[in-house]
């Protein structure tokens, strides 16, 4: 289960990683001030081969493994995990709901804009009553006369992830009592109506909000409810890499603070409990990996990756936020400056515990998983 790549996707990883230290990182700070990303990114992105790492050859996309998403998630977390959520959400939600439940018709349309960058996507499913669980969806879709696959959508969406700079919007909604499905909402039109933007303490320069839809006009995705929330493990995967990325950059950064800084005529690195901290904090930061690399290669072996992707997820996000904690605790008071990036990797990290599933939820997938 050590990571494999072709010599495509080595590629590919090496370009990522130079565009994070000589693009991404050295901007991280500026974003989120800015509170958002700079117009061209998701042109930058598409640049990159960013958009359409899910979507198979043959459909215009990267076709990578995987295995190649996770690294490219981890990587981007690295120089701003607000990007690499962003960036995750888009593939393994967005772009892969293209690959398998979209008709040919709804490719052709929407997927050049999509991969070009042209077209930001959101996936919308959680409601402010409808979090973790997503089945009281109460948005309603409703079928409009005459017009084959197309509805209205009436209801609100909360949380959504680049819901603020998207052009289309997958959107979950309820077409009986018992049953939900998926819909391709275009944002500019009437019917789409953002109603605040969502300022969180961390991952800032992502654009969240809360948007309400009036006789939203629709196009059907042909895919059943649990059919589209099965995006979501790989999704979690790619959680797991942010989550992973961020705590292998806060322990870098703990690592070098303790070599550089002294207290008492002695570096930080020759004290006993910072070395608890640094010790503790490398063997989770890889048992995270593991884990992560574990999932992605179930994945793509064809094997169910439910206890997998949640393992992964759950373990990474927890580990990010005590790397970060201790990361924190090494620096001190500097610490909790902006001077210090790890202030801001500790913000971001809490995230992780909560989108695509909170750590209870991951909890919850892997108990029923072992009990059944």
Known sequence: MIPRFNEEETRFLANVRAWVADYVLPNSRAWEADRGFPEDIWLRCAELGLTGMTVPAEMGGQGYSCTTYVEACRELAKGDPALSMNVAAVNALCSAHFVSFASTEQREKYLPGVLAGATPMAW?????????????????????????????????????????????????????????????????????????RIHTVGVSASNTVRFTLTDAVAWHTPCKFEQAIGLLFRGRLGIAGMAVGIAEKAYELMVDYAKERQQFNRRLADMQSVQNMIADSAMEVEAARLLLHKGAWLF?????????????????????????????????????????????????????????????????????????
């Open 300 to 372: 793509d072996e064809g094997k169910p990756v439910v206890t997998e992707a949640s393992y992964a997820k759950l373990f990474a996000s927890e580990t990010s936020n005590r790397v970060t904690n201790r990361a924190i605790q090494i620096h001190g008071g500097r610490g909790m400056t902006q001077a210090h990036l790890v202030e801001k990797l500790w913000r971001d990290a809490k995230l992780t515990e909560i989108g695509e599933g909170c750590s209870e939820i991951q909890r919850l997938v892997i108990a029923k998983q072992v009990l059944r």
């Open 124 to 196: 919308g499913l959680t409601e402010p009553d409808a979090g973790s669980d997503a089945r009281r969806v109460k948005t309603v879709a409703t079928p409009i006369p005459g017009q084959p696959e197309r509805y209205h959508l009436n209801g609100e969406k909360m949380f959504i992830t680049n819901g603020g700079r998207a052009k289309l919007i997958i959107v979950v909604a309820r077409t009986s009592e018992t049953e939900l499905s998926a819909f391709l909402m275009e944002t500019d039109q009437p019917g789409f109506q953002v109603v605040e």
